[in-house]
């Protein structure tokens, strides 16, 4: 008979995941108070056009990709985590501290494309890490990715509307300031949390005979399941971040509401978003993953073309809440779908999942650019529903034989 784990166990192993969840929402919130204002602060701070946010978000993007992959494959061979995160607060620091004492575009292109860059790939390195640290504490993966993604959107909850809101009232270059000094407190944070040698050792190979819920029963439709998986994951991600890159400037610069307004609407979308992530694992066992990720996908075209019709400050706040809706759910679904296809390499499946995020930004960045400098930034929010109808389509045809409900 089992022996019963004594009190203490649990209670370590709490403030473990609480500490992690820490460290995890306070380097969020520093890629949050960046990620959404380099292009507002390259267009309206630095006077640049359109176009120069496509360089940018390609060379910052690319960076992570190559950073995320080479991780990806460290963390499955069972290397330290510890440094790998401390490498990328560092990054960070890097870049905030550049921008801060000299806010130009040649700084951007070069230790902002470089610190933020490799800043970024913490989130993916976290994800990874969080999957093995529930596994160690015997917590279902799809919850603590729940717990994760609802870290992640709280911290989207504050940081962009800290970051406007502090451009707004006090000036650009302020919010670099402010940045670096959030980056001191992740950096303090890493140090004096994450233990030295905490790894995320990949899973024992699974015997052949083992199938998994995603297979059911045929193992070799595994590699087509994650492509086609990340395909869908691609889409909707590219269009979210055609809508994400273009809102703050359509709201200030084409529908004329006030400089704080994008921030606060971040805000909302974030509080809604982080209801939607909590109430994923019901959804899964309610409905299944992937007739859920159907109605979300549906959700997402039709709140899109909303978006791009908001003509006022109500209108923006509604919404905000339909946007934090479907992408709450799809943010916390699509991470347990492509780990899903993959239960032997988590970690690769992980860097699948945040390397096509960052590939479908790669190709929004260009994308935003050209079409606001032809017609306008609600061209671009009105094509992002386009691209969110092909994901249902990718989505359609990659749907398992058995229904994926966990």
Not at 349 to 354: D, E, L, N, Q
Request: charged residues 10%; aromatic residues 12%.
């Amino acid at each position: 008979m089992p022996v019963s784990p004594t009190p203490a166990a649990p209670a370590g192993a709490l403030t473990a995941r609480l500490l992690f969840l820490m460290l995890l929402f306070c380097g969020t919130i520093c890629s949050s108070m960046i990620i959404p204002f380099m292009g507002y602060f390259l267009v309206e701070g630095l006077g640049y056009e359109p176009w120069i946010i496509s360089i940018y978000a390609g060379m910052a993007i690319g960076l992570t990709l190559v950073a995320n992959r080479q991780f990806a494959r460290r963390i499955d061979a069972g290397a330290r985590v510890f440094p790998l995160v401390g490498f990328a607060a560092t990054g960070f620091i890097f870049a905030a501290g550049s921008l801060t004492f000299a806010p130009n575009l040649w700084v951007v292109l070069t230790a902002g494309v470089l610190g933020f860059g490799t800043s970024s790939s913490a989130v993916s390195t976290m994800f990874s890490l969080g999957g093995s640290l529930a596994e160690r504490h015997q917590v279902e993966r799809v919850r603590f990715n729940s717990h994760m993604r609802a870290t992640t959107s709280t911290a989207w909850m504050v940081g962009p509307a800290v970051t406007f809101l502090i451009a707004d009232r006090i000036g650009l270059q302020a919010v670099f300031a402010t940045a670096l000094c959030l980056s001191l407190v992740w950096l303090a944070l890493w140090w004096f949390t994450l233990p030295r040698d905490i790894t995320a050792m990949a899973r024992t190979a699974t015997p052949k005979t083992t199938t998994s819920k995603t297979d059911m029963g045929a193992p070799s439709v595994a590699p087509r399941g994650v492509w086609l998986a990340a395909g869908f994951v691609f889409c909707l991600s590219t269009a979210h971040s055609l809508t994400f890159s273009s809102l703050p400037l359509f709201y200030v610069q084409e529908v004329g509401l006030p400089g704080y307004a994008p921030g606060f609407a971040f805000t909302i979308k974030t509080s809604v978003e982080v209801i939607a992530i909590f109430s994923t694992p019901w959804v899964i066992a309610r409905f299944g993953m992937w007739r859920a990720l159907v109605v979300v996908t549906g959700l997402a075209i039709v709140t899109i073309q909303l978006l791009a019709a908001v003509q006022s400050f109500p209108q923006m706040l509604a919404g905000a809440a339909l946007e934090g809706m479907y992408y709450g759910f799809y943010a916390s679904l699509g991470i347990s779908y492509v780990q899903s296809f993959a239960p032997d390499t988590p970690a690769r499946a992980t860097a699948i999942y945040w390397n096509t995020l960052m590939v479908s930004g790669v190709l929004a960045g260009p994308a935003v650019g050209v079409i606001a400098q032809i017609y306008d930034f609600q061209t671009v929010i009105r094509s992002a529903s386009v691209v969110a109808i092909v994901a249902a389509g990718v989505l359609i045809a990659g749907r398992p034989k058995g229904q994926v409900t966990a």
